[in-house]
Protein backbone atom coordinates (compact mmCIF):
# COMPACT_ATOMS: atom_id res chain seq x y z
CA UNK A 1 0.00 0.00 0.00
CA UNK A 2 0.88 3.27 -0.72
CA UNK A 3 1.48 6.45 1.16
CA UNK A 4 -0.30 8.82 -0.52
CA UNK A 5 0.38 11.64 1.73
CA UNK A 6 3.74 12.04 1.12
CA UNK A 7 6.27 12.66 -1.87
CA UNK A 8 5.99 13.97 -5.27
CA UNK A 9 2.07 14.46 -5.77
CA UNK A 10 3.01 14.06 -10.01
CA UNK A 11 4.67 10.70 -9.09
CA UNK A 12 1.89 9.69 -6.51
CA UNK A 13 -0.73 10.35 -8.67
CA UNK A 14 0.90 8.66 -11.96
CA UNK A 15 1.69 5.45 -9.77
CA UNK A 16 -1.30 5.36 -8.25
CA UNK A 17 -3.66 6.08 -11.38
CA UNK A 18 -2.29 3.01 -13.33
CA UNK A 19 -4.19 0.46 -11.54
CA UNK A 20 -6.92 2.53 -11.37
CA UNK A 21 -6.41 2.80 -15.77
CA UNK A 22 -5.93 -0.88 -16.03
CA UNK A 23 -8.91 -1.86 -14.00
CA UNK A 24 -11.05 0.39 -16.01
CA UNK A 25 -9.93 -1.02 -19.14
CA UNK A 26 -10.56 -4.42 -17.86
CA UNK A 27 -13.90 -3.49 -16.84
CA UNK A 28 -14.74 -2.46 -20.55
CA UNK A 29 -13.55 -5.32 -21.40
CA UNK A 30 -16.33 -7.20 -19.50
CA UNK A 31 -19.32 -5.24 -21.47
CA UNK A 32 -17.16 -4.90 -24.68
CA UNK A 33 -16.21 -8.69 -25.27
CA UNK A 34 -19.98 -9.75 -24.76
CA UNK A 35 -20.76 -6.93 -27.33
CA UNK A 36 -17.80 -8.25 -29.98
CA UNK A 37 -18.59 -11.82 -29.40
CA UNK A 38 -22.28 -11.64 -29.74
CA UNK A 39 -21.53 -9.47 -32.85
CA UNK A 40 -19.65 -11.69 -34.61
CA UNK A 41 -21.19 -15.19 -33.34
CA UNK A 42 -25.22 -14.10 -32.93
CA UNK A 43 -25.28 -11.50 -35.72
CA UNK A 44 -26.49 -7.83 -35.48
CA UNK A 45 -29.58 -8.48 -33.94
CA UNK A 46 -28.27 -9.97 -30.80
CA UNK A 47 -25.55 -7.08 -30.70
CA UNK A 48 -28.72 -4.52 -30.95
CA UNK A 49 -30.10 -6.17 -27.97
CA UNK A 50 -27.34 -6.62 -25.75
CA UNK A 51 -26.85 -2.69 -26.56
CA UNK A 52 -30.39 -2.54 -26.20
CA UNK A 53 -30.10 -3.56 -22.47
CA UNK A 54 -27.19 -1.80 -21.87
CA UNK A 55 -28.07 1.27 -20.43
CA UNK A 56 -30.38 -0.42 -18.03
CA UNK A 57 -28.07 -2.95 -16.55
CA UNK A 58 -25.58 0.08 -16.50
CA UNK A 59 -28.22 2.27 -14.67
CA UNK A 60 -28.33 -0.46 -11.67
CA UNK A 61 -24.73 -1.42 -11.84
CA UNK A 62 -23.89 2.34 -10.94
CA UNK A 63 -26.65 2.42 -8.39
CA UNK A 64 -24.35 0.33 -6.25
CA UNK A 65 -20.90 1.94 -7.54
CA UNK A 66 -22.59 5.06 -6.26
CA UNK A 67 -23.18 3.60 -2.89
CA UNK A 68 -19.67 1.56 -2.36
CA UNK A 69 -17.96 5.25 -3.71
CA UNK A 70 -19.41 6.78 -0.28
CA UNK A 71 -17.96 4.45 1.31
CA UNK A 72 -14.67 4.40 0.02
CA UNK A 73 -14.57 8.30 0.78
CA UNK A 74 -15.12 7.77 4.37
CA UNK A 75 -12.77 4.78 4.44
CA UNK A 76 -10.13 6.73 2.63
CA UNK A 77 -10.64 9.54 5.30
CA UNK A 78 -10.35 7.23 8.54
CA UNK A 79 -6.88 5.61 7.23
CA UNK A 80 -5.74 8.75 6.48
CA UNK A 81 -6.27 10.31 10.03
CA UNK A 82 -5.15 6.56 11.77
CA UNK A 83 -8.38 5.59 12.91
CA UNK A 84 -8.70 1.69 12.11
CA UNK A 85 -11.47 0.70 14.31
CA UNK A 86 -14.08 3.12 12.08
CA UNK A 87 -12.75 1.55 8.99
CA UNK A 88 -13.91 -1.75 10.03
CA UNK A 89 -16.99 -0.19 11.64
CA UNK A 90 -17.63 1.52 8.03
CA UNK A 91 -16.64 -1.78 5.93
CA UNK A 92 -18.63 -3.25 8.43
CA UNK A 93 -21.84 -0.66 8.36
CA UNK A 94 -21.69 -0.71 4.20
CA UNK A 95 -21.82 -4.29 4.03
CA UNK A 96 -24.50 -5.04 5.55
CA UNK A 97 -26.70 -2.10 4.85
CA UNK A 98 -25.79 -2.66 0.91
CA UNK A 99 -26.46 -5.95 1.05
CA UNK A 100 -30.09 -4.95 1.53
CA UNK A 101 -30.26 -2.74 -0.42
CA UNK A 102 -29.29 -5.05 -3.42
CA UNK A 103 -31.56 -7.54 -2.34
CA UNK A 104 -34.78 -5.27 -3.24
CA UNK A 105 -33.35 -3.27 -5.66
CA UNK A 106 -32.78 -6.88 -7.74
CA UNK A 107 -35.97 -8.08 -6.89
CA UNK A 108 -38.06 -4.19 -8.03
CA UNK A 109 -35.67 -4.69 -11.24
CA UNK A 110 -36.88 -7.96 -12.29
CA UNK A 111 -40.34 -6.84 -12.33
CA UNK A 112 -39.39 -3.63 -14.66
CA UNK A 113 -37.74 -5.25 -17.35
CA UNK A 114 -39.85 -5.57 -19.88
CA UNK A 115 -41.95 -1.47 -18.99
CA UNK A 116 -38.64 -0.19 -19.37
CA UNK A 117 -37.39 -2.20 -22.64
CA UNK A 118 -40.42 -0.47 -24.02
CA UNK A 119 -40.19 3.22 -22.38
CA UNK A 120 -37.17 3.51 -24.46
CA UNK A 121 -38.41 2.22 -28.00
CA UNK A 122 -36.90 -1.08 -27.98
CA UNK A 123 -37.80 -2.76 -31.64
CA UNK A 124 -40.26 -5.31 -30.29
CA UNK A 125 -38.09 -8.41 -32.70
CA UNK A 126 -34.61 -7.63 -29.77
CA UNK A 127 -36.90 -6.89 -26.96
CA UNK A 128 -37.08 -10.84 -26.02
CA UNK A 129 -33.34 -11.29 -26.58
CA UNK A 130 -33.19 -8.22 -24.19
CA UNK A 131 -35.60 -9.39 -21.35
CA UNK A 132 -33.45 -12.58 -21.10
CA UNK A 133 -30.20 -10.86 -21.25
CA UNK A 134 -31.21 -8.42 -18.10
CA UNK A 135 -33.20 -11.54 -16.06
CA UNK A 136 -29.77 -13.22 -15.95
CA UNK A 137 -27.76 -10.03 -15.00
CA UNK A 138 -30.54 -8.83 -12.56
CA UNK A 139 -30.07 -11.81 -10.95
CA UNK A 140 -26.29 -11.90 -9.97
CA UNK A 141 -26.50 -7.96 -8.95
CA UNK A 142 -25.46 -8.90 -5.34
CA UNK A 143 -21.72 -10.69 -6.18
CA UNK A 144 -21.67 -6.57 -8.71
CA UNK A 145 -22.21 -5.19 -4.99
CA UNK A 146 -19.61 -7.76 -3.15
CA UNK A 147 -16.77 -7.19 -6.00
CA UNK A 148 -17.30 -2.78 -5.75
CA UNK A 149 -17.45 -2.68 -2.10
CA UNK A 150 -14.39 -5.01 -1.37
CA UNK A 151 -12.33 -3.98 -4.06
CA UNK A 152 -13.41 -0.46 -3.42
CA UNK A 153 -12.28 -0.72 0.21
CA UNK A 154 -8.67 -2.06 -0.80
CA UNK A 155 -8.18 0.78 -3.31
CA UNK A 156 -9.35 3.53 -0.34
CA UNK A 157 -6.35 2.26 1.97
CA UNK A 158 -4.09 2.55 -1.13
CA UNK A 159 -3.81 -0.92 -2.49
CA UNK A 160 -5.25 -0.85 -6.28
CA UNK A 161 -3.39 -3.86 -7.27
CA UNK A 162 -4.83 -6.43 -6.21
CA UNK A 163 -7.91 -5.82 -7.15
CA UNK A 164 -6.56 -4.83 -10.51
CA UNK A 165 -5.35 -8.78 -10.44
CA UNK A 166 -8.34 -9.76 -9.23
CA UNK A 167 -10.70 -7.73 -12.24
CA UNK A 168 -7.94 -9.57 -14.73
CA UNK A 169 -8.30 -12.83 -13.89
CA UNK A 170 -12.26 -12.72 -13.52
CA UNK A 171 -11.81 -10.88 -16.96
CA UNK A 172 -10.31 -13.25 -18.51
CA UNK A 173 -12.75 -15.91 -17.56
CA UNK A 174 -15.84 -13.71 -18.99
CA UNK A 175 -14.11 -13.95 -22.15
CA UNK A 176 -13.34 -17.51 -22.34
CA UNK A 177 -16.77 -18.11 -20.97
CA UNK A 178 -18.61 -16.21 -23.89
CA UNK A 179 -16.46 -17.71 -26.44
CA UNK A 180 -17.57 -21.43 -25.37
CA UNK A 181 -20.77 -20.48 -24.53
CA UNK A 182 -21.95 -17.67 -27.59
CA UNK A 183 -19.82 -19.43 -30.02
CA UNK A 184 -19.12 -22.88 -29.58
CA UNK A 185 -22.71 -23.69 -27.98
CA UNK A 186 -24.86 -21.35 -29.70
CA UNK A 187 -26.56 -20.09 -26.56
CA UNK A 188 -26.36 -16.07 -27.84
CA UNK A 189 -27.38 -13.16 -25.32
CA UNK A 190 -27.95 -15.71 -22.62
CA UNK A 191 -24.31 -16.78 -22.59
CA UNK A 192 -22.75 -13.97 -22.42
CA UNK A 193 -25.13 -12.90 -19.41
CA UNK A 194 -24.12 -16.38 -17.50
CA UNK A 195 -20.10 -15.95 -18.36
CA UNK A 196 -20.87 -12.01 -16.78
CA UNK A 197 -22.30 -13.15 -13.46
CA UNK A 198 -20.23 -15.99 -12.90
CA UNK A 199 -17.10 -13.95 -13.69
CA UNK A 200 -18.03 -11.56 -10.93
CA UNK A 201 -18.82 -14.48 -8.15
CA UNK A 202 -15.28 -15.82 -8.64
CA UNK A 203 -13.80 -12.07 -8.43
CA UNK A 204 -15.59 -12.08 -5.42
CA UNK A 205 -14.28 -14.92 -3.84
CA UNK A 206 -10.65 -13.69 -4.32
CA UNK A 207 -11.39 -10.37 -3.09
CA UNK A 208 -12.63 -12.45 -0.22
CA UNK A 209 -9.74 -14.99 0.44
CA UNK A 210 -7.07 -11.93 -0.33
CA UNK A 211 -8.63 -9.86 2.48
CA UNK A 212 -8.87 -13.15 5.07
CA UNK A 213 -5.08 -13.52 4.36
CA UNK A 214 -3.77 -10.24 4.39
CA UNK A 215 -6.20 -7.44 5.10
CA UNK A 216 -6.45 -7.32 8.90
CA UNK A 217 -8.33 -3.90 8.80
CA UNK A 218 -11.33 -5.67 6.84
CA UNK A 219 -11.27 -8.98 8.64
CA UNK A 220 -15.02 -9.69 10.39
CA UNK A 221 -16.75 -12.50 11.38
CA UNK A 222 -20.11 -12.98 10.83
CA UNK A 223 -21.45 -12.36 14.03
CA UNK A 224 -19.35 -9.12 14.79
CA UNK A 225 -20.67 -7.44 11.76
CA UNK A 226 -23.12 -4.98 12.98
CA UNK A 227 -24.47 -1.65 11.30
CA UNK A 228 -23.35 2.00 13.03
CA UNK A 229 -26.28 4.17 13.13
CA UNK A 230 -24.23 7.34 13.05
CA UNK A 231 -21.72 5.93 10.83
CA UNK A 232 -24.71 4.57 8.78
CA UNK A 233 -25.97 8.36 8.35
CA UNK A 234 -22.78 9.22 7.32
CA UNK A 235 -22.74 6.59 4.87
CA UNK A 236 -26.46 7.29 3.83
CA UNK A 237 -25.41 11.18 3.41
CA UNK A 238 -22.20 10.43 0.88
CA UNK A 239 -23.56 7.38 -0.90
CA UNK A 240 -27.54 8.58 -1.74
CA UNK A 241 -26.01 11.47 -3.37
CA UNK A 242 -23.29 9.88 -5.23
CA UNK A 243 -26.16 7.28 -5.90
CA UNK A 244 -28.77 9.51 -7.02
CA UNK A 245 -25.62 10.83 -9.16
CA UNK A 246 -24.66 7.59 -10.91
CA UNK A 247 -28.70 6.70 -11.68
CA UNK A 248 -29.37 10.22 -12.99
CA UNK A 249 -26.33 10.28 -15.34
CA UNK A 250 -27.29 6.63 -16.77
CA UNK A 251 -31.08 7.33 -16.49
CA UNK A 252 -30.02 9.78 -18.96
CA UNK A 253 -28.03 7.63 -20.97
CA UNK A 254 -30.85 5.38 -21.27
CA UNK A 255 -33.06 8.21 -22.65
CA UNK A 256 -30.40 8.71 -25.17
CA UNK A 257 -30.66 5.36 -26.48
CA UNK A 258 -34.51 5.77 -26.25
CA UNK A 259 -33.85 8.41 -29.24
CA UNK A 260 -31.62 6.17 -31.36
CA UNK A 261 -33.92 2.97 -30.93
CA UNK A 262 -36.46 4.12 -33.62
CA UNK A 263 -33.55 4.78 -36.19
CA UNK A 264 -33.83 1.10 -36.63
CA UNK A 265 -31.51 -2.07 -35.65
CA UNK A 266 -28.94 -0.13 -38.02
CA UNK A 267 -28.29 2.54 -35.76
CA UNK A 268 -28.96 0.54 -32.56
CA UNK A 269 -25.85 -1.69 -33.72
CA UNK A 270 -23.62 1.28 -34.12
CA UNK A 271 -24.82 2.64 -31.29
CA UNK A 272 -24.14 -0.26 -28.89
CA UNK A 273 -20.40 -0.40 -30.47
CA UNK A 274 -19.50 3.50 -30.46
CA UNK A 275 -20.89 3.03 -26.24
CA UNK A 276 -18.06 0.69 -25.93
CA UNK A 277 -15.58 2.15 -27.54
CA UNK A 278 -16.03 5.61 -25.62
CA UNK A 279 -15.47 3.95 -22.51
CA UNK A 280 -12.06 2.84 -23.83
CA UNK A 281 -10.92 5.92 -24.27
CA UNK A 282 -13.07 7.63 -21.45
CA UNK A 283 -11.04 4.60 -19.13
CA UNK A 284 -7.86 6.95 -18.23
CA UNK A 285 -10.02 9.98 -17.17
CA UNK A 286 -12.43 8.20 -15.10
CA UNK A 287 -9.18 6.21 -13.77
CA UNK A 288 -7.49 9.08 -12.82
CA UNK A 289 -10.79 10.77 -11.28
CA UNK A 290 -11.14 7.59 -9.20
CA UNK A 291 -7.41 8.06 -8.22
CA UNK A 292 -7.72 11.71 -7.36
CA UNK A 293 -10.94 11.05 -4.90
CA UNK A 294 -8.32 8.82 -2.80
CA UNK A 295 -5.56 10.85 -2.82
CA UNK A 296 -8.27 14.15 -1.85
CA UNK A 297 -9.35 11.80 1.10
CA UNK A 298 -6.16 10.65 2.37
CA UNK A 299 -5.06 14.42 2.30
CA UNK A 300 -7.64 15.89 3.73
CA UNK A 301 -7.70 13.19 6.38
CA UNK A 302 -4.31 14.10 7.18
CA UNK A 303 -4.81 17.85 7.22
CA UNK A 304 -2.32 18.26 4.03
CA UNK A 305 -4.66 21.03 1.56
CA UNK A 306 -1.68 21.83 -0.69
CA UNK A 307 -1.49 18.01 -1.71
CA UNK A 308 -4.92 18.00 -2.48
CA UNK A 309 -4.77 21.24 -4.65
CA UNK A 310 -1.56 19.79 -6.76
CA UNK A 311 -3.44 16.67 -7.07
CA UNK A 312 -6.79 18.43 -9.19
CA UNK A 313 -3.84 20.40 -11.10
CA UNK A 314 -2.00 17.19 -11.96
CA UNK A 315 -4.81 14.98 -12.90
CA UNK A 316 -5.81 17.70 -15.43
CA UNK A 317 -2.75 17.54 -16.79
CA UNK A 318 -1.66 13.98 -17.45
CA UNK A 319 -5.61 13.62 -19.03
CA UNK A 320 -4.82 15.95 -21.39
CA UNK A 321 -1.63 14.72 -22.39
CA UNK A 322 -3.29 11.30 -23.07
CA UNK A 323 -6.87 12.45 -24.75
CA UNK A 324 -5.13 14.39 -27.18
CA UNK A 325 -3.20 11.72 -29.09
CA UNK A 326 -6.05 9.32 -28.45
CA UNK A 327 -8.62 11.83 -30.18
CA UNK A 328 -6.30 11.66 -33.58
CA UNK A 329 -5.89 8.01 -33.60
CA UNK A 330 -9.88 7.50 -32.91
CA UNK A 331 -10.80 9.91 -35.92
CA UNK A 332 -8.61 8.45 -38.29
CA UNK A 333 -8.97 4.90 -37.24
CA UNK A 334 -12.95 5.05 -37.04
CA UNK A 335 -13.81 3.02 -39.48
CA UNK A 336 -11.36 -0.04 -38.35
CA UNK A 337 -12.65 0.41 -34.65
CA UNK A 338 -16.15 -0.26 -35.47
CA UNK A 339 -15.04 -3.56 -37.75
CA UNK A 340 -14.21 -5.16 -34.48
CA UNK A 341 -17.43 -4.98 -33.62
CA UNK A 342 -19.64 -5.67 -37.14
CA UNK A 343 -19.09 -7.37 -40.01
CA UNK A 344 -17.67 -5.93 -43.28
CA UNK A 345 -21.17 -6.58 -45.42
CA UNK A 346 -23.01 -4.57 -42.99
CA UNK A 347 -22.18 -1.26 -44.54
CA UNK A 348 -25.20 0.63 -43.15
CA UNK A 349 -24.27 0.47 -39.23
CA UNK A 350 -20.52 0.88 -39.99
CA UNK A 351 -20.48 3.61 -41.63
CA UNK A 352 -23.02 5.38 -38.77
CA UNK A 353 -21.22 4.52 -35.80
CA UNK A 354 -17.90 5.71 -38.14
CA UNK A 355 -19.40 9.25 -38.77
CA UNK A 356 -20.38 9.22 -34.63
CA UNK A 357 -16.84 8.51 -33.72
CA UNK A 358 -15.06 10.97 -35.64
CA UNK A 359 -17.17 13.60 -34.69
CA UNK A 360 -16.61 12.10 -31.00
CA UNK A 361 -12.85 12.51 -31.18
CA UNK A 362 -13.02 16.19 -31.29
CA UNK A 363 -14.30 16.50 -27.27
CA UNK A 364 -12.60 13.88 -26.07
CA UNK A 365 -10.52 16.99 -23.69
CA UNK A 366 -13.41 17.80 -22.15
CA UNK A 367 -13.70 14.96 -19.79
CA UNK A 368 -9.71 15.20 -18.88
CA UNK A 369 -11.08 18.49 -16.98
CA UNK A 370 -14.68 17.75 -16.22
CA UNK A 371 -13.86 14.32 -14.76
CA UNK A 372 -10.91 15.49 -12.37
CA UNK A 373 -13.30 18.13 -10.82
CA UNK A 374 -15.55 15.40 -9.92
CA UNK A 375 -12.89 13.29 -8.48
CA UNK A 376 -11.57 16.62 -6.06
CA UNK A 377 -15.18 17.05 -5.16
CA UNK A 378 -16.22 14.02 -4.18
CA UNK A 379 -12.57 13.61 -2.57
CA UNK A 380 -13.66 16.47 -0.33
CA UNK A 381 -16.92 15.00 0.23
CA UNK A 382 -19.10 17.63 -2.43
CA UNK A 383 -21.47 15.63 -3.73
CA UNK A 384 -23.80 18.14 -3.80
CA UNK A 385 -21.40 19.93 -6.38
CA UNK A 386 -20.77 16.75 -8.06
CA UNK A 387 -24.66 15.90 -8.55
CA UNK A 388 -25.39 19.54 -9.12
CA UNK A 389 -22.91 18.85 -12.14
CA UNK A 390 -24.17 16.00 -13.47
CA UNK A 391 -27.81 17.40 -13.32
CA UNK A 392 -26.48 20.47 -15.42
CA UNK A 393 -25.76 18.23 -18.51
CA UNK A 394 -27.60 15.30 -18.29
CA UNK A 395 -30.73 17.69 -19.61
CA UNK A 396 -28.85 19.37 -22.23
CA UNK A 397 -27.38 16.25 -23.84
CA UNK A 398 -31.20 14.82 -23.95
CA UNK A 399 -32.68 17.90 -24.86
CA UNK A 400 -30.66 18.60 -27.86
CA UNK A 401 -30.52 14.88 -28.73
CA UNK A 402 -34.21 14.64 -29.38
CA UNK A 403 -34.12 17.87 -31.45
CA UNK A 404 -31.83 16.91 -33.38
CA UNK A 405 -31.22 13.38 -34.12
CA UNK A 406 -34.50 12.48 -36.01
CA UNK A 407 -32.61 15.74 -38.62
CA UNK A 408 -29.15 15.29 -38.81
CA UNK A 409 -28.47 11.63 -37.40
CA UNK A 410 -27.19 9.71 -34.84
CA UNK A 411 -23.91 11.21 -35.00
CA UNK A 412 -25.28 14.94 -34.12
CA UNK A 413 -25.43 13.09 -30.66
CA UNK A 414 -21.67 13.28 -30.49
CA UNK A 415 -22.42 17.39 -30.46
CA UNK A 416 -24.74 16.97 -27.72
CA UNK A 417 -22.56 15.27 -25.26
CA UNK A 418 -19.96 18.20 -25.93
CA UNK A 419 -22.03 20.92 -24.74
CA UNK A 420 -23.45 19.37 -21.88
CA UNK A 421 -20.10 18.56 -20.79
CA UNK A 422 -18.77 22.18 -21.95
CA UNK A 423 -21.64 23.57 -19.09
CA UNK A 424 -20.62 20.78 -16.78
CA UNK A 425 -17.15 22.36 -16.94
CA UNK A 426 -18.26 25.84 -16.69
CA UNK A 427 -19.96 25.11 -13.58
CA UNK A 428 -17.20 22.87 -11.71
CA UNK A 429 -15.15 26.03 -11.95
CA UNK A 430 -17.12 28.72 -10.98
CA UNK A 431 -17.79 26.23 -7.68
CA UNK A 432 -13.94 25.05 -7.38
CA UNK A 433 -13.19 29.07 -7.58
CA UNK A 434 -15.87 30.15 -5.07
CA UNK A 435 -15.26 26.78 -2.52
CA UNK A 436 -11.58 28.31 -2.04
CA UNK A 437 -12.95 32.20 -2.50
CA UNK A 438 -14.81 31.48 0.46
CA UNK A 439 -12.25 29.83 2.60
CA UNK A 440 -14.06 26.54 2.56
CA UNK A 441 -10.59 25.02 1.40
CA UNK A 442 -8.46 25.40 4.09
CA UNK A 443 -10.69 22.22 5.14
CA UNK A 444 -7.59 21.97 7.91
CA UNK A 445 -4.85 24.59 9.29
CA UNK A 446 -2.44 23.57 7.14
CA UNK A 447 -0.12 24.17 10.15
CA UNK A 448 -1.94 21.55 12.21
CA UNK A 449 0.44 18.77 12.80
CA UNK A 450 -0.23 15.62 11.14
CA UNK A 451 -2.73 13.84 13.13
CA UNK A 452 -0.86 10.40 15.04
CA UNK A 453 -1.11 7.07 13.75
CA UNK A 454 -2.65 4.48 15.32
CA UNK A 455 -1.20 1.74 13.96
CA UNK A 456 1.70 1.50 11.08
CA UNK A 457 1.18 1.64 7.36
CA UNK A 458 0.23 -1.91 5.95
Same mark, same amino acid.
Given at each position: M????????????????V????????QQ??????A???????????L????A?S?I???????M?????????L????????D???????????L?????FT???S????????P?????Q????????????????????????F????????????????????L?L????N????????G??????????Y?TV???A?S?????????R????????????????E???????????????????????????G??????????A?Y??????D????A????????L??????N?????????????K???? @? #? !??????? +????? %?? $?G =?????F????ET???A @? #? !???L??? +?L??? %?? $?? =????????????R?D????A??I???????????????F?????A???A??????????????R?????G?????N?Q?????K?????
Amino acid at each position: MRDMTEGSVTKRMLVFSVPFLFGNVLQQLYNTAAAVIVGQFAGKRALAAVGAASPIMNILTFLMVGITLGTSVLISEFFGAGDREKVREEQSTALLAGLIFTVVLSAAAIFLIRPMLFLIQTPNEIVPEAESYLRIIIAGLVFSFFYNLLSSSLRAIGNAMMPLLFLFLSCALNIGMSMVLVGNFQMGVKGAAYSTVISQAVSVLLCVGYIFRRVPVFRFRLRGLKINTELLKRTVNYSSVSAVQQTFLYVGVLILQGAVNPLGVDAIAAYSAVTKIDGFILAPTDSLALALTIFTSLNRGAGKTARVRAGLKNSMA @I #G !AAFCLPV +AFAVY %FL $AG =TLMSFFLKPWETKALA @I #G !AGYLKAM +ALFYL %FP $AV =TNSFQGFFRGLGRMDITLGATVIQIPVRVILAYLLVGRFGMSVIAYCIAVGWLCMTVYEAMQYRHYFRKGEGSLMNEQQEEPQKTEPRM
